[in-house]
């Protein structure tokens, strides 16, 4: 039982409060315990305004299912600055409602079962893409991608979030 909820059961008992005023500090501390207990990041489509920050996308992950070529969780590509240097390889994804940019830390490598494997940073997050490739013979409902992505999101504290999707991308 989380300390939260320990704490609601012994607040009814020593607040003298009327009905309504205790009803709602019950919901309160209940609302606090159901967010301190949350472990999973909230994982959002980003805007079209995101993909101005990339020189052009060599990578999109779309939400299973959509159908829609337009809607991406996360978009991948060198981030290019003015006036020239060096061009970063960043993936770019909506967290909890803000835009993250991760930098790729090593190369896309390629296991023997097929699957390419990338891995990004940003802070204390970690960001893992794996990406299978879908059989050729799929139909178009199965439609928007030619590669079945995992997304693994590490915030540094021990709490891991998967999303599904799927890819397009330039051949790696």
């Not at 704490?7 to 009905?19: F, G, P, S, T």
């Not at 006036?83 to 993250?100: E, N, Q, S, W, Y």
Request: glycine share 8%.
């Amino acid at each position: 039982m989380s300390e939260a909820f320990k704490l609601m059961l012994q607040w009814r008992r020593r607040v003298a409060l009327d009905r309504a005023s205790r009803g709602l500090a019950v919901f309160s501390l209940l609302l606090v315990a159901a967010t301190v207990n949350a472990v999973d990041a909230r994982v959002d489509v980003l805007d079209k305004a995101t993909m101005s920050q990339l020189t052009h996308t060599t990578c999109s992950i779309s939400p299973l299912g959509t159908g829609a070529t337009n809607r991406f969780l996360l978009i991948e590509g060198p981030a290019c600055q003015l006036g020239g240097g060096a061009c970063p390889h960043v993936a770019l994804m909506k967290i909890d409602r803000r835009t993250v940019r991760f930098v790729r830390i090593d190369e896309p490598r390629k296991s023997a079962n097929g699957t390419w494997t990338s891995a990004f940073k940003q802070g204390a997050m970690t960001l893992s893409i794996d990406m299978v490739p879908r059989s050729p013979d799929r139909t178009q409902s199965d439609s928007d991608g030619q590669y079945g992505a995992v997304l693994t999101l590490n915030d540094g504290k021990g709490n891991t979030t998967m999303v599904k999707g799927v890819a397009n991308c330039e051949d790696n």
